[in-house]
């Protein structure tokens, strides 16, 4: 069964839990490379994540008769996706962890901002911190964001008002925030 089969199956039961998508595995990846060392028939691919983080895939060919360059560079290109499933589930369950007990926040990583006006993590964890928001408010933006991060059956207009609902709210945390750039008042 094909990763789309298998979503297609996921939406088409109605389950709309927070889950990794193969749309958000392959939205990850920033850049790709391959190499075949001379003298073997073994492809290397390494995988640029959005973050700057690289995974690699590897095949190889018993039979030098076999080798064929593109079906190498397919399968080495699998083998390291792969590896992103593990990795962003393991990032989209600790998301759930900390969401479940109020923890900061954090945008999504997929290299793609929400508006042009979205701010950053350090921001909001300043705003949080330092204002006097209520919990249930930074709990809101947090669910808002973990949608957006993971309900791949969103549509473009639902992301974009879900998306100008995250911005606003965090821009409303900042506001409570002092300048850092101003001088301290006594």
């Not at 639902?158 to 409303?172: D, I």
Request: proline residues 4%; hydrophobic residues 35%.
């Amino acid at each position: 069964m094909t990763e789309q089969a298998i979503e297609q199956e996921i939406q088409d039961k109605g389950k709309t839990a927070p889950r990794i998508t193969p749309d958000h595995i392959d939205r990850m990846i920033k850049a790709e490379q391959y190499h075949v060392f001379d003298g073997t028939q073994t492809t290397v691919c390494l995988l640029t994540l959005q973050n700057g983080f690289t995974v690699t895939g590897e095949s190889a060919c018993a039979s030098p008769e076999n080798f064929d360059a593109e079906i190498g560079r397919k399968i080495a290109r699998e083998n390291a996706r792969e590896k992103i499933w593990l990795l962003e589930g393991y990032l989209l369950k600790q998301k759930l962890f900390d969401r479940e007990r109020g923890y900061s926040i954090s945008l999504p990583h997929d290299g793609s901002p929400l508006t042009s006006g979205s701010v950053g993590v350090d921001e909001i964890d300043a705003g949080l911190a330092s204002s006097n928001i209520k919990r249930d408010n930074s709990k809101q933006l947090a669910e808002k964001i973990m949608i957006l991060e993971t309900d791949g059956s969103l549509t473009d207009e639902q992301v974009h008002a879900l998306g100008k609902e995250v911005v606003e709210l965090a821009k409303g945390i900042l506001a409570t925030c002092p300048d850092p750039h101003e001088e301290p008042t006594v």
